[in-house]
């Protein structure tokens, strides 16, 4: 079975914290999606990767196929990076298989 | 970057009405695009997978008569919730791939029936 597990659930820390969130998945993945949710509901996708690591400003992803496990890492934390953070696994073919999302608050 | 638009972001529709709800790639095109759903506090949850010019393939559970897909172009989907009831009210999300493995995702489009 395709599961897709995201730890943790939520997540509150300080302003400037370097934050991990984490994410592993039960079976090979042709690529893993890391996505932000705002509070208004929209969705920005954030990473795709299928091996090694990507940055993209503060933000940096990993992911280790032989772990099976991803992790998105936030550096110099800030109020406005609080949001839903979902991860999501393709299983070889088209569609994605969602965590259940970390929920980020960053406290000024 | 690729954007994916949806329309409209809200609506609030009687029980028993029908809703159309649109995706459009803007400004790339899109031979396959995916509809899904999300409740409150619950993560996304894929309801069909819509390829231009062919009929939707709906996931299990999902009644394809009452969420009609139409993907009649290679930049637009439609969703129709039809005899729509209360318990149909949630958060809709359209993505679009963009060639590859690259999915684009909407901003949603909030239903409310009362």
């Known amino acids: 079975k395709n599961e897709v597990e995201q730890s943790p659930q939520n997540l509150t820390a300080q302003e400037g914290e370097f934050i991990t969130i984490n994410c592993s998945y039960s079976?090979?993945?042709?690529?893993l999606h890391w996505l932000q949710q705002h509070p208004g509901g929209g969705i920005v996708s954030l990473f795709m990767?299928?091996?090694g690591k990507k940055k993209h400003g503060r933000l940096i992803a990993t992911i280790n196929i032989q772990e099976k496990h991803s992790s998105l890492h936030i550096t110099a934390s800030h109020p406005r990076d609080s949001a839903v953070y979902i991860c999501?696994?393709?299983?070889?073919?088209?569609?994605?298989?969602f965590g259940t999302g970390t929920r980020l608050t960053i406290i000024p | 970057g690729a954007v994916v638009s949806q329309h409209p972001s809200w609506v609030i529709c009687k029980s028993g009405t029908s809703v159309k709800i649109e995706c459009r790639s803007l400004?790339?095109?899109?031979?396959?695009m995916f509809w899904y759903r999300q409740f409150p506090k619950q993560s996304l949850m894929l309801m069909a997978t819509?390829?231009?010019?062919?009929?939707?393939?709906?996931e299990q559970g999902v009644e394809k008569d009452k969420f009609l897909i139409n993907h009649a172009s290679l930049t637009l989907s439609t969703l129709t919730v039809t005899s729509a009831h209360p318990e149909d009210s949630s958060f809709y999300i359209c993505?679009?791939?963009?060639?590859?493995?690259?999915?684009?995702f909407g901003p949603g489009t909030r239903l409310t029936v009362t």
């Open positions: 400004d790339f095109q899109a031979t396959t």
């Open positions: 999501a696994a393709q299983f070889g073919n088209e569609k994605l298989t």
């Open positions: 819509s390829n231009e010019g062919s009929k939707a393939t709906y």
């Open positions: 990767l299928s091996s």
């Open positions: 079976v090979g993945i042709s690529a």
């Open positions: 993505s679009a791939l963009a060639g590859g493995l690259e999915q684009y």
